[in-house]
């Protein structure tokens, strides 16, 4: 109280060095000629409505001061008189917050602050709002009491720092000409100074912005309100406040980048069945290809990862949040696309709905890592059904052929997929033309062979429907019995066998043929190199030529049986045994090998050799046709092991020689 009392003594000294409106303008700037028109408008107003009577009469206003009748004779008494006035006024202003007190049940060790509010309890750090020159203002130094104004310029709309969820600072600007806040107030004497709050704070001694400043302080990530104080010499004081916003733009990072990631995977459907469940795509995408879904960001947390499916058409059949269960996916080759949504909603609710649209438009960041499904049936079908028995049709016996021959082809018993697309019909083998209900055929035997595969092309492996059609002549037949099926293992390292079976028995009126009567169309004969896999082959008897009957020329019987070569070998993991090493040599021996064909290592080189067409699925089936026996006379080659091979007798046989390492 003193240390203000001897400000105002001080002032009113300065003010006192002349007459109050001498030498000093209406808009001078200066603290003591400002304070000089204050004091004669005080004066002035005083005068007119309490001036004693005595000093209407002399018409010295400086008496009202306490001072001399000629301005210029003041002394330092004045000061004092000033202060005096001043104690008078405290006195009056203490009797009335005494009989206020009494009035309202105030008692002793109750504060009343400068708005007369009552602080019967402090919470910890709080204080009373006061101030040194409270005393000097002629009416109480806050602003009215509506609610503080927005300061002018709008909200302060800024982003949170790089990787932080706060933003370092905030300018109190108005938008005019982007004045600073504490250049735009302005007072009719000097504003001493500004101060700024945080607004909803109930501890005063931490609510100012004092270290770090406004301008330097950590402005979390939402809604936050700065209170601006502007206050004068005088002690009066206004107030506006800022409204911050501080926005979230960055999205979440998911923990493995997705660059680093394949974004596709393909799944085959478990065995017998057609679907997965929308969940297992997500746990095999993650454990086959590394992906986690698990992601960061510098206000969240606790980013929650939405799991999507989107189909092909563009419609999301699963979202894990909406969807309590996992639907079924179903069919085969369908494509899918994962989608993970890593959603940053930290600052979902930190805003109300009176903000700004640019500041509502940015509550909810979302990262999105997307991969393609593709679901794959691999299993074939089940099994075949309604294969046909061997069977006979009969022509007369001036007849070369049969007009047409019917039967029904077989059917698959089933598939994992079948209610997913079209199941393709069996498709026949025999080459060159394939076989079809209702062709014609001649006299004899003809082998029938289907393949079976599902809608995704998936072949039924190992197995083919095979069954013989015999188109026979009723006068004198020739009835033929075909050897027993016969399977045998390839010899080693050698990519065939050597079958044998018995010898095919053929009758014509009750009387066995001569051996001389039966053969071989293909060329083949028992104990010679046969390839690997499965082929049929078929047995002639011709009839005797007696002239005694008619077309005796024309009959004739045929059969077939079934060759089987099983490999047992495992593969080698040094396969150069197998291979010819390429020879680019200039002398004879390199050019030896233009004109004469090479066999690579443990292939048949001399005598007799099949040459067989392989099914078009007989990487499946390992079925194949014998076209014709041919006779080989190639040369061994030098294998990639640089070993030399030579031609040497088939073990078992005389009918043929393969190439062997030269001892």
């Given at each position: 109280?003193l240390?203000?009392?001897l ?11 002349s ?11 200066s ?16 005068w ?5 009577s005595?000093a ?8 009202f001061?306490?001072?001399a009748?000629e ?6 008494s004045?000061?004092?008189?000033l202060i ?30 400068t ?7 402090l919470?910890?750090g709080?204080?009373?709002a006061s101030?040194?020159?409270e ?5 109480h130094?806050?602003h009215?009491?509506d609610?503080?104004p927005?300061?002018?310029g709008?909200p302060?709309i800024?982003q949170?720092?790089s ?21 735009f107030?302005g007072?009719?004497v ?5 101060k700024y ?5 109930h501890?005063p001694?931490?609510?100012e912005f004092?270290?770090?400043?406004v301008?330097?302080?950590q ?5 936050s309100?700065?209170r601006v ?5 005088a ?32 799944i085959d459907f ?22 986690i ?8 947390k606790?980013?929650t990862?939405v799991k999507?499916l989107?189909?092909?058409q ?6 894990s949040?909406?969807d309590?269960?996992?639907?079924e ?6 494509t899918y ?5 890593a959603?940053d ?6 805003f109300h709905?009176?903000a ?16 393609t499904?593709?679901l ?9 059904q ?5 069977f006979?049709v009969?022509?007369?016996?001036h007849e070369?052929?049969?007009?047409g021959?019917?039967?029904?082809p077989?059917t698959?018993t ?5 209610e ?17 209900p ?6 004899g ?26 188109v026979e002549?009723?006068?004198?037949p020739v009835i ?9 293992r390839?010899?080693?390292h ?5 079958p ?10 009750g009387?066995?043929?001569?051996p001389?009567f039966i053969s071989?169309?293909?060329?083949v004969?028992?104990?010679m190199?046969f ?5 049929v082959?078929?047995v002639k ?9 008619k077309?005796?020329h ?5 059969c ?10 495992i ?20 050019l030896?090998?233009?004109?004469k064909p ?5 292939e048949v ?9 392989p ?11 014998v ?12 294998s ?10 088939v073990p078992?046989?005389n009918?043929?020689?393969y190439?062997?390492p030269e001892?």
């Open positions: 109280m240390h203000s009392k400000n105002v003594a001080l002032l009113a000294v300065l003010a006192s060095a007459p109050p409106g001498s030498g000093c303008a209406e808009d001078t700037d603290a003591v000629c400002m304070l000089q028109l204050k004091n004669r408008d005080d004066y002035d107003e005083h007119d409505t309490e001036r004693p005595h209407a009469q002399s018409g010295d206003m400086t008496d001061f306490g001072g009748s301005p210029a004779k003041r002394s330092e004045d000061g004092h008189s005096a006035h001043q104690d008078s006024i405290e006195e009056s202003h203490a009797q009335d917050n005494a009989e206020h007190k009494k009035r309202h049940g105030i008692f002793n060790n109750d504060i009343m602050d708005l007369g509010e009552v602080h019967s309890h919470f910890d709080e204080g009373i101030d040194p020159l005393h000097l203002a002629p009416h130094h806050s009215d009491d609610k503080c927005e300061c002018p709008g302060f800024g949170a720092d990787g932080s969820c706060f933003h370092g600072g905030a300018d109190i600007h108005v938008d005019f000409d982007d004045e600073d806040i504490e250049e107030f007072d009719n000097l504003m001493r100074e500004w709050y945080k607004e909803g704070c501890k001694a931490q609510c004092i270290d770090p400043d301008n330097h302080h402005f979390p990530v939402g809604k309100v700065v104080e502007g206050i004068d010499i002690g009066n004081m206004n107030e506006c406040h800022r409204t911050v916003y501080i926005l979230d733009k960055q999205a979440p990072k998911f923990v493995v980048p997705s660059k680093e990631v394949d974004t596709a995977i393909e478990p065995e017998n069945t057609c679907s997965i469940t929308a969940d297992k795509p997500f746990l095999e995408y993650e454990e086959v290809n590394g992906f879904d698990e992601a960061t960001d510098n206000c969240d606790q980013v990862i999507k989107e189909n092909a563009g419609e999301v059949v699963y979202d949040s909406k309590s269960t996992f639907p996916l179903k069919g085969p080759n369908q696309k994962l989608i993970y949504e959603i909603d930290h600052s979902a609710g930190l709905a009176d700004p649209d640019a500041v509502k438009n940015f509550i909810v960041e979302t990262t999105i890592h997307e991969a499904l593709t794959n049936d691999v299993q074939p079908p089940y099994d075949f309604g294969c046909p028995s061997d006979f009969e022509i007369e016996a070369t052929k049969h007009a021959v019917f039967w029904t077989p698959i089933g598939d994992n997929c079948e997913f697309g079209e199941i393709p019909e069996a498709e026949e083998q025999t080459k060159p033309a394939p076989m079809y209702g062709m014609p055929l001649e006299v035997a003809h082998p029938v062979q289907y393949a079976f595969k599902d809608a995704s092309g998936n072949y039924i492996q190992d197995k083919e429907c095979t069954f013989t059609i015999t002549q009723k006068a004198h033929l019995t075909c050897p027993s099926n016969v399977t045998v390839t010899l080693e050698a990519d065939f066998g050597l044998i079976w018995d010898e095919p028995v053929a009758m014509q009126g009387k066995v043929l001569p001389s071989y169309p293909q060329g004969q028992p104990n190199p390839a690997f896999g499965t082929t082959i078929t008897a011709t009839g005797e030529i007696t002239g005694n009957r077309d005796e024309l009959m004739f019987d045929e077939t049986f079934v060759v089987t070569v099983e490999d047992p070998q593969p080698k993991i040094d396969g150069r045994m197998y291979r010819c090493k390429d020879s680019n040599r200039g002398d004879a021996e390199g030896h090998s233009l004109t090479v066999a690579k290592p443990y080189c001399s005598g007799l050799a099949l040459d067989w067409i099914h078009r699925a007989y990487v499946d089936t390992h079925h194949y046709d076209k014709y026996v041919v006779e080989r006379n190639f040369r061994c080659c030098r990639e092991m640089k070993v030399d091979h030579v031609c040497k007798p078992g046989t009918t043929s020689s190439c062997v001892e």
